[in-house]
């Protein structure tokens, strides 16, 4: 008959990195928080950075979870994104259009206003000079048909 000899693992047998094991009837390990605050010893905890903090917090969710909020976030983050891309290179081509189009355009127009404007005051001073002009005429023709009446018939 075969004897079986159960050989255990030097691994299983060390103790892990962690906190250390808790038994149920160990009162020792449950102290008062206020002296574990006052320790040098945790002086090197305080020293963490927010990124490894933030790298800490990764253990507090679940995997699915966390993968979910992850899909989640680079979704909005690839649509934000390209919103304000698209935004941006929009904005450029209608900024540029309305400066390559618009100001020679409105140059144009003032130019073609400034023409009007000058037609329209020669056109008043034709007119004023007509109105003189034949005023001038008329009273010219009343002060020589006045002198002819005056005049004795000959």
Known sequence: MVKLQEVEDEHFTQDQPGPPRV???DDDYYTDTDSEITDDEDDADL????A?????????????????????FNTTYSW????????????W???TSALLLG????????EEQQ?????KEMKMQQSANDL?????TSAISQQLGQQQAARPAL
Do not use: C, H, Y
Not at 132 to 136: I, N, V
């Open 23 to 25: 038994e149920e009837n």
């Open 47 to 50: 020293e963490e950075t927010l």
């Open 52 to 72: 490894d903090r933030l790298a800490a917090l990764r253990d507090v969710l679940p995997p699915k979870q966390r993968a979910a909020l992850s899909n989640t």
């Open 80 to 91: 934000l994104r390209s919103g304000l891309l698209f935004g941006g290179k929009s904005l």
């Open 93 to 95: 081509v209608i900024s």
């Open 103 to 110: 100001v020679p355009w409105a140059l144009a127009f003032a």
């Open 115 to 119: 023409m009007i404007e000058m037609e």
């Open 132 to 136: 003189l002009s034949s005023g001038a």
